[in-house]
């Protein structure tokens, strides 16, 4: 299993290669197979991460705590697992479920 998006059980895997310190924090299309997404956060004490985490809280109206950032502490390349997801942000590469 792979991709930029794919189901595990109840949770929803994102291969995301992010980019810190942008003008603002969005999803920005494809990059090597992972979704791109811009932060406004810069890559220092974990700031980036905490700030994805809640934008992808806002993205798929879900509890911060539904979201778990399985690899990639302090990569560019990270891989988050959400759960209890009530919505999908338009225009993401989400396969369906099972």
């Known amino acids: 299993m792979g991709g930029p998006a794919y189901w ?3 949770s929803l895997i994102l291969n995301l290669h992010v980019q810190p310190r942008a003008s603002r ?4 299309g494809d990059f090597d197979d992972r979704i791109k997404l811009r932060t406004t956060a810069p890559p220092v004490d974990g700031k980036a991460n905490r700030e994805i985490i809640t934008f992808l809280s806002k993205q ?14 302090t990569s560019r390349h990270k891989q988050f697992a959400i759960t209890r997801i009530r919505q999908f942000p338009p225009d993401l590469p ?4 099972d």
């Open 25 to 28: 924090t969005a999803f920005a």
């Open 60 to 73: 798929f109206r879900t509890a911060k705590s539904n979201i778990r950032l399985l690899r990639g502490e």
């Open 8 to 10: 595990d059980g109840d």
């Open 94 to 97: 989400i396969p369906e479920k």
